[in-house]
């Protein structure tokens, strides 16, 4: 069976995380094994249903998964708004006033998406 064959995703399990198929074991939970120091035979031996090709199959989706990563820039302007919104809301408005940012101006230059009526409580 191919390496990405052996990963699963499926809402039902585990909240949706990837998993060995066949089993409850995340990808996760096996990276952190062995990033733990944990040695292939050790896993092996403590989990008996697993194979070598699913450990190796666990790497393969990490490096995937690191490959396909992409982190994107935030404007300065964002980035003093969530810092202005991480203090007290006395010191927001003390940044707001000295026209470092608005939060208004900012807000209604986004787009809000539509509201679903069936959706309110």
Known sequence: MPLRERIVVDPAILAGKPVIRGTRLAVEFILELLAAGRSENEILHNYPGLTREDILACLAEASYLAREY?????????????????????????ATRTGRFSASSFFSACPRPPVNASLRP
């Not at 982190?71 to 007290?88: K, V």
């Open 70 to 94: 992409r982190a994107f820039p935030i404007p300065a302007e964002m980035r003093l708004l969530a810092d202005g919104l991480r203090e007290s809301p006395a010191n927001h408005r003390v």
